[in-house]
């Protein structure tokens, strides 16, 4: 198995962030969170999930 599956399937295992880890983070970092609906539930997209 090549690592970039083993980070696919460990993603996949992983729950999601909710909004309100998401505006945690984005405090701590000083960003600010764009929404942008089109790429939100794009099946590409394998970020926004944590162990945690």
């Known amino acids: 198995m ?3 599956e083993w980070g696919r399937r460990k ?4 729950p999601r ?3 309100d880890k998401w505006h945690r983070v984005a405090t701590i970092f000083g960003v600010e969170l764009v929404n942008e ?3 939100a539930d794009s ?3 394998q970020g926004g999930r944590d162990a945690a």
């Open 11 to 14: 993603a996949a295992e992983s």
């Open 37 to 39: 609906p089109a790429h």
């Open 2 to 4: 090549s690592a970039q």
């Open 17 to 19: 962030w909710s909004a």
């Open 43 to 45: 099946p590409s997209e």
